[in-house]
């Protein structure tokens, strides 16, 4: 779902023939094989993607996904969030992504990871050295993998999401995390009129997204009761202490469901549990027309890209549950690649604290701009963030001499 069709936003802006063919076409394809060879000696070829989808604002910025489940289809869909989510932030931005299709059950260790992200670099150097597409982590990828890419590039602004000490943003591990609790807060404190310690709160995911989102809520007082990844899930509903649980699972190799301090559940009874805000920071299509009249939220915020399918944001919004979309709750982590590519080039440095803060100042005016037009207009939340997205691109457009 992530982005609405233009034809439902056109009683609200104008949107030309030649505007629209420039929003729903994508500027670049490319497809490659990234072939190595494993520790067994036995030789695997991956399929991969890069996709530009509207560079106007800038070069294409977006995650690298690596995952069995990738696709070229899938890339598209997440390069075009990508150019949303950096027009709504203002970021001078386009939308890319890019995708290693892995093969079913493989075990990838180290060395053949290096091995994987050196041969990505070499099959699309052209790209990446002129600046034209600028990677950073998603699903499945992390910042040591980041770390081999500059360290076959040395081009510190060619890459983001890199560790701290080569040139890393302090904060950016933490960066989509902080976006989609700020944005829940803002939600609740604003919309539901509530204090954060009297919601109940349910995470699917507790990976880079969903520790983090869990962390700062649990810092700010949220109850936390149930929390989940991939083999299962973990109830509580005196809430779960946070920190404790990132000493049990350091890392997402560690499955929580085993955690001794709550009760086991499925990932179907997370996401259809009776609380105040759902929290899916997985990964996409969790919520469709199989489960989306069984949800009981009050709101979701989405901190994956594209949790919600079409057809369950419709069930949704016949029930009346409100939905913050992806492309304003999870923009922390491009908003804070932005941070480290601009220190790249000035050779200037960030704390921690000031990423943060900068972070919180861009999704704090966003969330209030969307609010604003959402309340005039009567429209959803991800509606009215796709008119200002969309509202911004075709200026630029215009700007450019594209249209
Ligand atoms: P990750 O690989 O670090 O963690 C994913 C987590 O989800 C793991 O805990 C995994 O066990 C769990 N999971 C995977 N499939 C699941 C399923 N079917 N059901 C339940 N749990 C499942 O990934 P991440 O970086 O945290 O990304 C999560 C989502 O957030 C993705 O949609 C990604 O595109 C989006 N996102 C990530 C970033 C970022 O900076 N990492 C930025 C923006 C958006």
Same mark, same amino acid.
């Given at each position: 779902?992530?982005?609405?069709?233009?034809?439902e936003i056109?009683?609200?802006?104008?949107?030309s023939?030649?505007s629209?063919? =420039?929003?729903?076409?994508?500027?670049? #394809?490319i497809?490659?094989?990234?072939?190595?060879?494993?520790?067994?000696?036995?030789?695997?070829?991956c399929?991969a993607?890069?996709?530009?989808?509207?560079v106007?604002?800038?070069p294409?910025?977006?995650?690298i996904?690596?995952a069995? *489940?990738?696709?070229?289809?899938?890339t598209r869909?997440?390069a075009?969030?990508?150019?949303?989510?950096?027009?709504l932030?203002e970021?001078p931005?386009?939308?890319?992504?890019?995708g290693?299709?892995l093969?079913?059950?493989?075990d990838i260790?180290?060395?053949t990871?290096?091995?994987?992200?050196k041969e990505?670099?070499?099959m699309?150097?052209e790209?990446?050295?002129a600046?034209?597409?600028i990677p950073?982590p998603?699903?499945?990828?992390d910042q040591?993998?980041?770390a081999?890419?500059?360290?076959?590039?040395h081009i510190p #602004?060619?890459?983001?999401?890199?560790p701290?000490?080569?040139?890393?943003?302090?904060?950016?591990?933490?960066?989509?995390g902080r976006?989609?609790?700020t944005s829940t807060?803002?939600?609740?404190?604003?919309?539901?009129?509530?204090d954060?310690k009297?919601i109940?709160?349910a995470i &699917?995911?507790?990976?880079?997204?969903?520790?983090?989102t869990?962390?700062f =809520?649990?810092k700010?007082g949220a109850k936390?009761?149930?929390?989940s990844?991939?083999?299962g899930g973990?109830?509580n509903e005196?809430?779960?202490?946070?920190?404790k649980?990132f000493?049990?699972?350091?890392?997402?190799?560690?499955?929580?469901s085993d955690?001794?301090?709550?009760?086991?559940?499925?990932?179907?009874?997370?996401l259809?549990m009776?609380?105040?805000?759902l929290i899916?920071?997985?990964?996409?299509?969790?919520?469709?027309? #199989? *489960?989306?009249n069984?949800?009981?939220c009050?709101v979701?915020?989405?901190g994956?890209?594209?949790?919600?399918?079409?057809e369950?944001d419709?069930?949704?919004k016949n029930k009346?549950?409100?939905i913050l979309p992806?492309f304003?709750c999870n923009?922390g982590g491009v908003?804070?690649?932005y941070?480290?590519?601009?220190?790249a080039?000035?050779?200037? &440095?960030?704390?921690?604290?000031?990423?943060?803060n900068e972070?919180?100042?861009?999704?704090t005016?966003?969330?209030?701009?969307i609010?604003e037009?959402?309340?005039k207009?009567?429209?959803t939340?991800? &509606?009215t963030a796709?008119?200002l997205?969309?509202?911004f691109?075709?200026?630029?457009m215009?700007?450019r001499?594209w249209?």
């Amino acid at each position: 779902m992530a982005i609405v069709k233009l034809e439902e936003i056109r009683n609200f802006i104008d949107i030309s023939p030649a505007s629209e063919m =420039l929003l729903e076409k994508n500027e670049k #394809e490319i497809s490659f094989s990234v072939n190595f060879k494993t520790k067994d000696n036995e030789i695997v070829f991956c399929d991969a993607y890069v996709v530009y989808h509207n560079v106007v604002l800038g070069p294409a910025k977006g995650g690298i996904r690596m995952a069995p *489940n990738v696709s070229l289809e899938e890339t598209r869909r997440l390069a075009k969030i990508m150019t949303y989510k950096n027009a709504l932030t203002e970021l001078p931005f386009g939308g890319g992504k890019s995708g290693i299709k892995l093969p079913d059950n493989k075990d990838i260790d180290e060395f053949t990871r290096i091995a994987i992200f050196k041969e990505y670099v070499h099959m699309i150097r052209e790209e990446l050295v002129a600046g034209h597409y600028i990677p950073a982590p998603d699903f499945g990828t992390d910042q040591f993998d980041m770390a081999v890419i500059y360290g076959e590039l040395h081009i510190p #602004e060619c890459v983001t999401g890199k560790p701290v000490k080569i040139g890393g943003l302090p904060g950016r591990l933490e960066a989509t995390g902080r976006s989609v609790a700020t944005s829940t807060k803002l939600y609740v404190n604003d919309i539901m009129k509530e204090d954060l310690k009297n919601i109940k709160i349910a995470i &699917q995911g507790f990976g880079n997204v969903g520790r983090w989102t869990s962390y700062f =809520l649990y810092k700010w007082g949220a109850k936390i009761i149930a929390v989940s990844d991939i083999n299962g899930g973990i109830y509580n509903e005196n809430g779960f202490d946070i920190e404790k649980l990132f000493k049990y699972a350091p890392t997402k190799d560690i499955t929580i469901s085993d955690y001794p301090e709550g009760e086991k559940i499925t990932n179907k009874e997370l996401l259809e549990m009776e609380i105040d805000v759902l929290i899916p920071c997985a990964t996409e299509s969790v919520i469709n027309k #199989e *489960n989306a009249n069984n949800i009981k939220c009050k709101v979701i915020i989405e901190g994956a890209n594209d949790p919600v399918t079409e057809e369950g944001d419709e069930i949704l919004k016949n029930k009346g549950i409100e939905i913050l979309p992806d492309f304003l709750c999870n923009s922390g982590g491009v908003i804070a690649s932005y941070i480290e590519w601009r220190n790249a080039k000035s050779g200037n &440095q960030t704390e921690k604290e000031d990423t943060f803060n900068e972070i919180d100042k861009k999704i704090t005016k966003c969330f209030y701009k969307i609010k604003e037009m959402k309340e005039k207009l009567n429209i959803t939340y991800r &509606q009215t963030a796709t008119i200002l997205a969309v509202k911004f691109l075709i200026e630029a457009m215009h700007e450019r001499r594209w249209i």
